[in-house]
Nanobody
Framework: QVQLVESGGGLVQPGDSLRLSCVASGRTFSNYAVGWFRQAPGKERVFVGV????????VYADSVKGRFTISKDNAENTVYLAMNRLKPEDTAVYYCATGPVWINLPSREDQFDYWGQGTQVTVSS
């Protein structure tokens, strides 16, 4: 059974940094990717970024490019989302998800087959 468990959310001030973790289990992830999505209050869930498990290649949404970094720890089966220079508009529930890699890295929700429960990030002064 594939499980993804996020942690690390919280309340921070604008300009602060935060690192989310996603611990993955139940699958050999070598041909898969782990992505991050977020859902702000009253809005649809949107893509944040994704990392390919076997080589660490990552892509990001334009809204977070240069501020957010996705990395992984193979030994711990954990993917991280490091968020810097946080803004109030980054406030959302953040989800990690896993899906197969075909030609390109997945970025749409329907390309991911397992999801975590989400962790709340609130950026407010």
């Amino acid at each position: 059974q594939v499980q993804l468990v996020e942690s690390g959310g919280g309340l921070v001030q604008p300009g602060d940094s935060l690192r989310l973790s996603c611990v993955a289990s139940g699958r050999t992830f070598s041909n898969y990717a782990v992505g991050w999505f977020r859902q702000a209050p009253g809005k649809e869930r949107v893509f944040v970024g994704v990392i390919r498990w076997n080589n660490g290649f990552a892509v990001y949404a334009d809204s977070v490019k240069g501020r957010f970094t996705i990395s992984k720890d193979n030994a711990e089966n954990t993917v991280y989302l490091a968020m810097n220079r946080l803004k109030p508009e980054d406030t959302a529930v953040y989800y990690c998800a896993t899906g197969p890699v075909w030609i390109n890295l997945p970025s749409r929700e329907d390309q991911f087959d397992y999801w975590g429960q989400g962790t709340q990030v609130t950026v407010s002064s």
